[in-house]
């Protein structure tokens, strides 16, 4: 018994010895070298940015000798950490050194020097890597007497250093007093200088000075004409147009403001070379859209699917503004679509009665064209989209499915199709047959049309069973002229206006040497009213021979009532029967309006402030006005309404739209034509009730709404709205003034 309890008191010594070693042993902590352990860190060389807030001058810095130190190596959880914290009095020290200069802390940067700046390692594989991420924009500032000694001016750059100033697109502007002609200029190619850098207290500035002989330059470019300063205005030519720019930080930013309101005043013989004001844009004087530009879409369809035909410029389908210069000199117009045109084609195509959608807008149904003068035609500005109008309706059978894949059909054009048919996939072709024709022909696509039209892609989106049309370039040969010898021909293009018809039409290609002759014919109630060969006029005639045919051509028809007045007769856009017929036979038979040229008195073209104003000073005989003195900056000297505005604002017609702007390009509205006809009539009492609820009692053009609806001048666009802010037309305004004045 005695040995069996000395054996277990041995047992329990033994395990007691083992227990140190293998139970309460403590893991011990990897060592932390500052000076080899950070060698593997990529420490960024903008760490700290030192900057002197005395001078503005600044430097950046990345790992510096004794820059860090380290915390003690401790565990957090099961990883080993240690903390490297920025020195920041040696950074000072090194900032002191680069400029020759000794700092101290900037105490309204107070946290600058009371937060640390850390980063942290952590022990993984054996090796001491980061933790997170570095600091990011940590700077210290400092304060000095000023005395840097080693702060060198910075470096401008004329070129880069302007990169980033915005300056503004009027920052020039140059004025013909002769011509009565204005530009506005930002900035030109060596349109700057810039003087010495320069230190204003502690900081570095530059001044930018304008270079008025090269703003003179381009000014003489873009009017064509040579000019000279008018001495009238001798301090815009003594005074420097200047701006101020301070080197702040590592960049050149502005210092202040720029010029504002600077204009350079010249004079010259007067002969500005301005392009004649082209033709208002119409469907049948606009290229390059095609004919599927526009989509006009039902919604009232299944979910999913769509109901739709597509279309191209429709005559009074759209307005386009005044044409206006652009400061290439070429004249440009945007073009807006009328949703409730293209709508009501839609319905009469579809035999279903259509109505715009509440949400359609005219936002995305616009774009801009420019006049080409060599073609006498208007061209987009840039490639059109096509444009979507929406409509509905409470007619299409929605539980009869709606086809969403169409059947399109290769018409050969005197060719023959590799296919003459197939199905769309996803409203889409996969791929595109090729065509062939005997002779030398060239295939050139698919068409929409036989002849124009638009060319079609894989990437065309059908919404009905369509047929499309091969094109051909006709390239020599196929016959045995001149011993085999290729033939050449020569293309005449048709075009004829509303209101009847020329045959053949479009483009003909007529071979060198041979005639060819066109056939007129003016629909019903309507005539030849001119015949315009290469732009020239060979009369009413109803056909005409084109004689052994060695160059290209054109010929264009103008059509006129057959009894109507003899000068608005020929206005190819006035339909015989129009609300507004009667009332453009009045004004131009008194000398109200003569068009907008070239037979078109564009109807739907939009009537600006200036237009109207001028109307009512016809209608009232022209008077002289009894004052010369314009309050009206935005009406210039020589402006054809110059006389109408101030003969207006002295009859107490107009105040402007402010006490210095008439805004004579702006639309005149419903509210402005009215306002301006009852006061033109002295502004009487209508002693009517005032049925419009988008009419105040207190609007400015109360009185003058109820007094043109009592005379039936116009009325509401509904029972219970007027509209007032609603742009008018050029036949609507016309209109306005017959019934106003014809009785």
């Known amino acids: 018994m005695r040995k069996k309890l000395l054996s277990i008191l041995l047992l329990c010594c033994m395990v007691l010895t083992l227990l140190p070693t293998a139970v309460l042993a403590e893991e011990t902590a990897p060592a932390f070298d500052l000076a080899t352990d950070l060698a593997d860190i990529t420490i960024p060389d903008n760490l700290v940015t030192c900057t002197c807030t005395t001078t503005n001058e600044s430097k950046q810095y990345g790992q510096l000798s004794n820059g860090f130190s380290a915390s003690k190596v401790e565990k957090e959880g099961e990883v080993w950490t240690v903390i490297i914290s920025v020195e920041k009095s040696v950074y000072k020290a090194q900032f002191d050194k680069d400029t020759g200069s000794a700092h101290n802390p900037d105490m309204t940067y107070a946290a600058d020097f009371t937060n640390p700046i850390q980063f942290k390692l952590k022990y993984e594989g054996a090796k001491w890597v980061l933790d997170g991420e570095m600091p990011k924009d940590k700077t210290l500032h400092f304060t000095c007497n000023g005395g840097h000694a080693t702060q060198n001016p910075p470096v401008f750059d004329l070129t880069k250093d302007l990169a980033g100033i915005t300056i503004p697109a009027d920052l020039v502007t140059c004025v013909c007093t002769k011509a009565n002609e204005t530009k506005q200029y930002g900035q030109l190619t060596d349109g700057f200088s810039a003087s010495k850098v320069a230190k204003e207290g502690n900081v570095w500035t530059v001044i930018i000075s304008v270079e008025k002989s090269v703003y003179k330059a381009q000014f003489d470019k873009d009017t064509g004409s040579a000019h000279n300063p008018d001495m009238t205005y001798a301090a815009d030519f003594t005074n420097p147009i200047q701006f101020k720019l301070k080197y702040e930080g590592t960049e050149w930013v502005l210092d202040g403001e720029m010029p504002k309101d600077k204009t350079l005043h010249f004079t010259c013989t007067g002969q500005h070379e301005t392009p004649e004001m082209p033709m208002y844009p119409m469907a049948d004087n606009i290229s390059g859209l095609g004919d599927q530009i526009v989509a006009v879409l039902c919604n009232n369809v299944p979910t999913g699917q769509q109901s739709g035909k597509y279309y191209g410029l429709i005559g009074g389908g759209f307005t386009s503004t005044t044409p206006t210069l652009n400061a290439d000199k070429v004249y440009e117009s945007t073009i807006t679509l009328i949703p409730s045109v293209y709508c009501n084609q839609f319905s009469g195509d579809t035999g279903i009665m259509h109505k715009v959608l509440s949400a359609q807008t005219t936002d995305g149904l616009k774009f801009v064209v420019k006049y080409d003068s060599s073609t006498k035609m208007w061209k987009p500005a840039e490639e059109v989209k096509q444009m979507a109008i929406w409509v509905t309706c409470d007619k299409h059978e929605t539980d009869t499915p709606v086809p969403t894949e169409f059947t ?57 069973n369509t047929t499309v049309y091969a094109h051909w370039t006709y390239i020599g040969g196929g016959g045995s002229s001149g011993g085999g010898g290729g033939y050449t021909y020569h293309t005449i293009r048709a075009i004829s206006g509303l209101n009847g018809s020329i045959s053949p039409s479009g483009w003909t290609s007529v071979r060198h040497g041979w005639d060819q002759t066109f056939a007129i014919t003016p629909d019903k109630g309507y005539a030849v009213a001119k015949v315009l060969v290469d732009g020239k006029s060979v009369g009413s005639v109803k056909s005409y021979t084109f004689k052994n045919v060695t160059k290209d051509h054109t010929i264009e028809v103008v059509f006129m009532k057959a009894n109507g007045n003899p000068q608005t007769g020929v206005f190819v856009d006035v339909p015989e029967g129009s609300y507004y017929e009667e009332a453009v036979d009045w004004a131009v038979e008194k000398g109200i309006t003569t068009g907008t040229g070239n037979n078109y008195f564009t109807p739907d073209g939009i009537c600006t402030r200036a237009q109207a104003v001028t109307f ?33 604002v002295e009859n107490g017609i107009t105040v402007g739209t402010s006490a210095t702007t008439f805004s004579p390009e702006l639309t005149c509205s419903r509210a402005h034509i009215v306002t301006f006809l009852w006061r033109a009539a002295n502004s009487p009492s209508a002693r009517t009730v005032n049925p419009f609820t988008d009419v105040a009692t ?26 007032p802010d609603e742009g008018c037309t050029r036949a609507q305004i016309v209109t306005f003034l017959y019934r106003a004045h014809s009785k």
């Open 408 to 464: 399109i059909t290769f018409n050969g054009n005197d060719g023959t199709p590799s296919v003459g048919s197939m199905r769309t996939t996803n409203q889409k072709l996969t791929s595109l047959p090729t065509a062939t024709h005997s002779g030398r022909y060239s295939f050139d696509g698919w068409y929409t049309a036989a002849s124009g039209g638009t060319k079609i892609t894989t990437a065309t989106v059908f919404y009905e």
């Open 698 to 723: 207190d609007a400015y053009y109360n009185d003058a709404v109820l007094w043109v609806v009592k005379h039936k001048i116009t009325a509401g666009t509904t029972l219970s709205t007027f509209s």
């Open 616 to 648: 009512l000073w016809r209608v009232a005989g022209s008077p002289t006005p009894k004052t010369e003195a314009m309050v009206f900056e935005d009406v210039l000297d020589g402006s054809y309404y110059y006389e109408a505005v101030l003969w207006a």
